[in-house]
């Protein structure tokens, strides 16, 4: 799994993230990697506007998942959801 890989590599502090990232990504038109796809992820995480926004949509759309259906969710799949969701 290129995520196990990437989290169990060592880290260097001095190293910018977003230029890490960015020389991961996938060259256009170039076949779609696992690496590649991870890096995107990064970006979009790294990237992403600091706004309320974002909270607000979370409170609206979260009812949503919390149905009579599904009440009995765990906390962390609920959060899975919402963050595979919101992406």
């Not at 974002?54 to 998942?65: I, R, T």
């Not at 009440?71 to 969701?85: C, K």
């Amino acid at each position: 799994d290129v995520l196990e890989a990437y989290l169990s590599s060592p880290t260097d502090a001095d190293t910018d993230p977003i230029k890490y990232w960015v020389s991961c990504v996938d060259k256009p038109g170039a076949k779609v990697t696992p690496q590649g796809a991870l890096a995107q992820m990064g970006l979009d995480f790294l990237t992403a506007p600091a706004t309320s926004t974002d909270v607000e949509w979370l409170f609206s759309h979260g009812g949503a998942q919390v149905s009579k259906r599904c009440h009995n969710l765990l906390f962390e799949t609920l959060h899975r959801l919402m963050v595979l969701w919101s992406w």
